[in-house]
C-alpha cells in the first residue's frame, strides 16, 4: 500500500509499471505438465511399494526411476518440443542425485545423533575406560582419556606443522624466491600422502632409528605431515589477501623484511592464520590410521607425550564398532558424535573468524 | 637469516616426500630381498613360512578396484549435482547444499566406516542379493556363495560416498567459473539447458572435472578405515566378482595385519606394501593437481 501511496503523485498517469519478467511466467500447461509428471510415478510407485510384494530397492529402481524418465519427458516433449526432453533428463538425474547425496548425509547425522545421544552423559566425557570391558554397562567408564590423549597429539602436531606451514606460506607470498612454484607443487604433492602412509613413515623411523615408540609424539609427527599442507594453503591464500601497501609501508619506513613479516604482515592477518590453523585440525582430528600406527592405545589417562602408546578418540571408535557387545557399540556412537561435534565447532569458529577477515580486507 | 629460516621450512614437505620415499623404499627393497618379484606379481600372505612368504597382487589390483567401483557410482552423482548446483538450483538452495556437501567433506573416514557397518551394510546386502537374483547372467554380478557380506561393491560403494563431496566441490568450481558471458550468448541463441551444456559449459570445465575425479581416486586408493569395516580382506585376487564377498586393498591390508604382527619380517612386508600404496597415490595426486592447476592458470 505504501508503494502506491508514494508513486500516485509522481506518476498521475500510471506511466511507470513495475517490471512483469514476461520471461518468467509460465503458461498453466506447463505448470499442470510437471505436476503431473512428478505425481503420476510418485503415486504409482508408492502404490505398488505398500500393496505389493515388490521389495523397495526395485520399486525404486527399476520402476520409479525409469517411470519418472518418461514422465518428465513426455511433459517436456508437450510443453517444448524434442528439445525439452534432454533438458527433463539431465534434470531428472541432477535432482535424483542431489537427493542421493542428501539422503546419505542425513542418514550418517541422523544415526550419528540418534545413537550416539544413549552414550552420550557427563561420566562419559571425564571418565577413562581402565577398569571397562565390552560388556560394561554404560554408567561407567568413557572418552576421558581419548579426549586428552586427541589433546595432545593435536597440540603437538599444531606445535609442529603451524610454524612451519605459516613459514611455507611467508615464503610464497613474501620472500618469493625463485623456488616458489616447486614449493608449491610439493606442499600440493604433500596433501595427497593417504594417512596411513604416514603413520606408517613416523613408525619406520621409530623402528629403524629406536629413538622413540608408539607414544603421543609419534601420533603427533604422523598428524603433522598430514595437517602441513592444510595450514600452508590456507595461511597462502589469507595472506595474498593483505594488501601490498602495509609492506611497501613498512619497508619505506626502514624495517627489515623480517620485521616487516613479523610486526606487520602477520599481525595484520591474525584472524586468517587463526582460521587456518583451525581447518588444519579440523582436518587431522579425526585422522584414525596414522595413530592406529604411531600412537596406539591406552585404556587409561596418559599425559606424558613421550612415554607409551595412548589413546585418541578416533582409535577409540575404531576398537569398539565391530565388538559384539550392544554397550561397546553405544560407546563407539556416542565418542563419534562427540568427534563430529568437535569438528563441527572447528569448522564453525574457522567460518567466522574466516568471513570477518575477509570483511575487513575489502 | 630470516629468508633462509624462511626458505627452509618452506622445503619441508620437499624433505618430508623424499623421507617416505627413501625409508620406505629401503623396507621395499628389502622385501624383494626376501621375497624377489613374487612380491608384487603373486597373491597370498603367510606368517607361518621362514621367511614369511608373501604377495600383495591382489591387494594391489583389490586396491583398484574398489576405486574404479567407486568412480563409476560417484563421477555421474558429483557430475549432476555440480551442475544442479550450478546452473539449476536457486541461489539459496545452492548455497545450503554447498554447506551440506562440505559437511560430508568433513565426516572422519571412522564414523562413514562406524555408519557403513551398521546402517549401509544391512539394505547393501539386500541390494546384491537382488542384483544376482535378476541380473546374475552378467558375469560381474555372480555370486556361487550366497555370501553378500564384506564385498568390493560395498566398499566401493563406501568409497563412492566419500568420494563425491571432492569430486563435486571441485566441479561445482570450475563449473561456476564458466564465464557468464558464454552462458547468456549461448541462451540468447537459444541453447537449452543440455546444448548449454554439452557445447559451453562442459568443455570448458572439462580439465578441471578429470582433475577433480583423480583428486577422488587418490583419496579412494588411500582410504584405510571406512572400508576396513565392510571389506572381508582374502587373500586370493577377486578379479571381477564384485558382490561375491572378499576383495583386497594395501590400506586396507596394512591396518588389518598391524594389529596383530607377528615380527619384524612381517613389520617390513607391510611397510614394502606401504611403499607401493604411497607411490600409487602421490602419482595419481601429482597428475591431478597438474590437471587443475593447468585449467585454472587457463581462466585467467
New interface residues.
Given amino acids: 500500500m505504501s508503494t502506491i501511496t508514494y508513486q500516485a503523485p509522481l506518476d498521475p498517469e500510471g506511466m511507470v509499471q513495475t517490471p512483469q519478467r514476461p520471461w518468467r511466467h509460465k503458461p498453466r500447461s506447463f505448470t499442470m505438465a510437471v505436476a503431473l509428471a512428478v505425481v503420476i510415478p510418485a503415486v504409482i510407485s508408492a502404490a505398488l511399494f505398500f500393496f505389493s510384494p515388490i521389495?523397495g530397492?526395485?520399486v525404486l529402481t527399476v520402476i520409479y526411476f525409469p517411470l519418472q524418465l518418461v514422465a518428465s519427458g513426455i511433459a517436456a516433449w508437450a510443453t517444448?518440443g524434442v528439445?525439452?526432453i534432454?533438458?527433463s533428463?539431465?534434470?531428472v538425474?541432477?535432482?535424483?542425485?542431489?537427493v542421493?547425496?542428501?539422503v546419505?548425509?542425513l542418514?550418517?547425522?541422523g544415526?550419528?545423533v540418534v545413537?550416539g545421544l544413549r552414550a552420550l552423559s557427563p561420566h562419559f566425557i571425564y571418565q577413562n575406560s581402565v577398569f571397562i570391558n565390552p560388556s560394561t554397562p554404560l554408567e561407567y567408564g568413557g572418552i576421558g582419556h581419548a579426549l586428552v590423549g586427541t589433546i595432545l597429539i593435536v597440540a603437538i602436531a599444531s606445535l609442529i606443522a603451524v610454524?612451519?606451514g605459516i613459514?611455507?606460506a611467508?615464503?610464497?607470498t613474501?620472500?618469493r624466491?625463485k623456488?616458489v612454484p616447486?614449493?608449491r607443487?610439493?606442499?600440493?604433492?604433500?596433501?595427497?600422502?593417504?594417512?596411513?602412509?604416514?603413520g606408517?613413515?613416523i613408525?619406520?623411523?621409530a623402528?629403524?632409528t629406536g629413538w622413540f615408540s608408539q607414544n603421543a609424539l609419534a601420533g603427533g609427527l604422523a598428524y603433522a605431515?598430514l595437517m602441513?599442507?592444510t595450514v600452508?594453503r590456507t595461511a597462502e591464500e589469507v595472506l595474498k589477501l593483505i594488501p601490498d601497501e602495509l609492506r611497501t609501508g613498512a619497508l619505506a619506513l626502514g624495517s627489515?623484511?623480517?620485521r616487516t613479516?613479523m610486526r606487520v604482515v602477520l599481525p595484520a592477518a591474525k584472524t586468517g592464520i587463526i582460521t587456518a590453523i583451525l581447518l588444519g585440525i579440523?582436518r587431522v582430528?579425526?585422522?584414525?590410521?596414522p595413530l592406529?600406527?604411531a600412537a596406539g592405545n591406552n585404556d587409561g589417562t596418559v599425559i606424558n607425550p613421550f612415554g607409551q602408546a595412548i589413546a585418541s578418540i578416533?582409535v577409540y571408535?575404531?576398537n569398539n564398532?565391530?565388538v559384539p557387545y550392544p554397550d561397546a557399540?553405544a560407546r563407539?556412537?556416542g565418542a563419534?558424535l562427540a568427534?563430529?561435534i568437535l569438528?563441527?565447532v572447528l569448522?564453525t569458529l574457522a567460518r567466522v573468524l574466516g568471513r570477518g577477515r575477509v570483511g575487513r580486507a575489502k | 637469516m630470516f629468508s633462509r629460516l624462511v626458505t627452509g621450512a618452506a622445503f619441508t614437505s620437499l624433505i618430508v616426500l623424499a623421507g617416505i620415499a627413501i625409508f620406505l623404499g629401503v623396507q621395499a627393497v628389502s622385501a624383494f630381498q626376501t621375497q624377489g618379484l613374487d612380491f608384487i606379481f603373486s597373491t597370498g600372505w603367510d606368517i607361518n613360512t621362514d621367511p614369511p612368504t608373501a604377495g600383495i597382487w591382489g591387494m594391489l589390483y583389490g586396491s583398484v578396484l574398489l576405486a574404479v567401483i567407486g568412480l563409476v557410482i560417484a563421477v555421474p552423482v558429483a557430475l549432476m549435482l555440480s551442475i544442479f548446483m550450478v546452473f539449476i538450483a536457486p541461489r539459496k538452495l545452492s548455497s545450503v547444499l554447498t554447506n551440506l556437501i562440505d559437511l560430508l567433506a568433513a565426516i572422519p573416514s571412522v564414523i562413514i566406516g562406524l555408519w557403513a557397518f551398521y546402517i549401509l551394510n544391512p539394505p547393501a546386502e539386500q541390494w546384491q542379493q537382488l542384483l544376482n537374483q535378476y541380473l546374475g547372467w552378467i558375469p560381474i554380478f555372480q555370486n556361487t556363495s550366497q555370501n553378500f557380506s564384506g564385498t568390493p561393491f560395498i566398499a566401493g560403494l563406501v568409497l563412492a560416498i566419500m568420494m563425491i563431496p571432492i569430486i563435486t566441490s571441485i566441479s561445482r568450481e570450475v563449473l561456476s567459473r564458466t564465464p557468464p558471458d558464454l552462458v547468456n550468448a549461448a541462451e540468447a541463441l537459444g541453447c537449452s539447458l543440455w546444448t548449454m551444456l554439452r557445447y559451453v559449459a562442459l568443455p570448458y570445465g572439462r580439465g578441471g572435472i578429470v582433475g577433480g575425479v583423480m583428486l577422488g581416486l587418490g583419496r579412494a586408493l588411500g582410504e584405510t578405515i571406512a572400508v576396513f569395516f565392510v571389506l572381508k580382506l582374502t587373500f586370493e585376487t577377486n578379479w571381477y566378482h564384485i558382490i561375491e564377498s572378499g576383495g583386497g586393498s594395501i590400506a586396507t591390508l596394512i591396518v588389518s595385519r598391524f594389529g596383530e604382527v607377528s615380527g619384524p619380517e612381517e613389520l617390513n612386508l607391510l611397510l614394502a606394501a606401504g611403499f607401493f600404496l604411497f607411490l600409487g597415490t602421490i602419482g595419481v595426486n601429482i597428475v591431478a593437481n597438474l590437471i587443475v592447476n593447468r585449467t585454472g592458470r587457463l581462466q585467467k
Fill in positions: 521389495p530397492a526395485i517444448r528439445r525439452g534432454a533438458d533428463i539431465i534434470i538425474n541432477a535432482i535424483g542425485s542431489t542421493f547425496s542428501v546419505v548425509l542418514s550418517l547425522l544415526s550419528l545413537r610454524p612451519i613459514a611455507t611467508v615464503y610464497i613474501e620472500v624466491g623456488a616447486y614449493v607443487f610439493f606442499v600440493q604433492a604433500m596433501s595427497g600422502v593417504p594417512s596411513v602412509v604416514a606408517l613413515f613408525l619406520t623411523i623402528v629403524s605431515i602441513l599442507p600452508a627489515t623484511r623480517a613479516v579440523a582430528i579425526g585422522e584414525t590410521a592406529l600406527l578416533p571408535i575404531f564398532v565391530a557399540v563407539a556412537w563419534a568427534l563430529m569438528i563441527a569448522f
